[in-house]
T-cell receptor, first 115, second 119 residues
């Protein structure tokens, strides 16, 4: 069990540029989640997938954000036309999604800085 | 709507002291899950414990114990004989569940409590 991995770990970009992050969940987990965490705050839910289906999206996920999980394995989160307010840590988590096994395991995060 | 409140912003203790982290939650659902996560300085969130709303039995696991009280919507977490390595931000989180008891998945986190354990 290698854990959840995220790439890149850090991303610095200029305002207006597009960025894409990748998350590789724990292999046997069917659920994958994205959260955003700003300094001094708890993580905030963005969206989640069960296999390849995107089941819920937060109102925080504006039209500039899109997430995919094309084959039910890894996922990508893209932010278009980045704004300085997008600067945050983007966290990915995965879980079994079954009763009694629903704890989420988090990756190390991707820290985004928008200049 | 779900809400989790961790009223303690920061706690500072000396090694070997016991420390309790408070968590109060709000939900309209009768079936839900509660979690505690630890975020050390390295940044990665680490799962600690999970509790179902239909099981109010409190437990002890090593130096960790928790007190779940539905009547007061509280889910407090205690570290016994704290150690310097316990220094981290601790988050309480809530997940609602469907009728089958399976979590909907979305976690609602509190603001976190910064715990500093001094040698």
């Amino acid at each position: 069990d290698t854990g959840v991995s995220q790439n890149p770990r850090h991303k610095i970009t200029k305002r207006g540029q597009n960025v894409t992050f990748r998350c590789d969940p724990i292999s046997e987990h069917n659920r994958l989640y994205w959260y955003r965490q700003t300094l001094g705050q708890g993580p905030e839910f963005l969206t989640y997938f069960q296999n390849e289906a995107q089941l819920e999206k937060s109102r925080l996920l504006s039209d500039r954000f899109s997430a995919e999980r094309p084959k039910g394995s890894f996922s990508t989160l893209e932010i278009q036309r980045t704004e300085q307010g997008d600067s945050a840590m983007y966290l990915c988590a995965s879980s079994f999604g079954r009763e009694g096994r629903n704890e989420q395991f988090f990756g190390p995060g991707t820290r985004l800085t928008v200049l | 709507a779900q809400k989790v409140t961790q009223a303690q912003t920061e706690i500072s203790v000396v090694e070997k002291e016991d420390v309790t982290l408070d968590c109060v939650y709000e939900t309209r659902d009768t079936t839900y899950y509660l979690f505690w996560y630890k975020q050390p300085p390295s940044g990665e969130l680490v799962f600690l414990i999970r509790r179902n709303s239909f099981d109010e039995q409190n437990e002890i696991s090593g130096r960790y114990s928790w007190n779940f009280q539905k009547s007061t919507s509280s889910f407090n977490f205690t570290i016994t004989a704290s150690q310097v390595v316990d220094s981290a931000v601790y988050f309480c989180a809530l997940s609602e569940a469907n009728a089958g008891g399976t979590s909907y998945g979305k976690l609602t986190f509190g603001q976190g409590t910064i715990l500093t354990v001094h040698p």
